[in-house]
Nanobody, 123 residues
Framework: QVQSVESGGGSVQSGGSLTLSCAASGYTTNTRCMGWFRQAPGKEREEVAVIGLYGSTRYSDSTKGRFTISRDNPKNTLLLHMNSLKPEDTAMYYC?????????????????WGTGTQVTVSS
């Protein structure tokens, strides 16, 4: 059974840090592009960060320099280290997989979505 399970969300104050994890089962995270996405109430789901097969990364302008995406290959897990959190980072965070090593630009082209983990940042 293919499954992505996110964890690590919570409530923090502005300037704080969190690390999100995405445990994958039924597929291998290091054989395809993987990504983190987020959706705030009333807004569309947006890309936060993606990581390619060989470690190449892409970040949104709003998270560049503050967030770091990585893999824990032995655990088949995707991570997102978030520093200097801002209230505008408040959202439900999801992980998902690409169909191949290519990292699509469209959010809708990703598969194996989890149910998300909530991140709330207060000022």
């Amino acid at each position: 059974q293919v499954q992505s399970v996110e964890s690590g969300g919570g409530s923090v104050q502005s300037g704080g840090s969190l690390t999100l994890s995405c445990a994958a089962s039924g597929y291998t995270t290091n054989t395809r592009c993987m990504g983190w996405f987020r959706q705030a109430p009333g807004k569309e789901r947006e890309e936060v960060a993606v990581i390619g097969l060989y470690g190449s990364t892409r970040y949104s302008d709003s998270t560049k320099g503050r967030f770091t995406i990585s893999r824990d290959n032995p655990k088949n897990t995707l991570l997102l280290h978030m520093n200097s959190l801002k209230p505008e980072d408040t959202a439900m965070y999801y992980c998902a997989a690409a169909r191949s090593s290519f990292c699509p630009l469209r959010v809708g082209d990703y598969i194996y979505w989890g149910t998300g983990t909530q991140v709330t940042v207060s000022s």
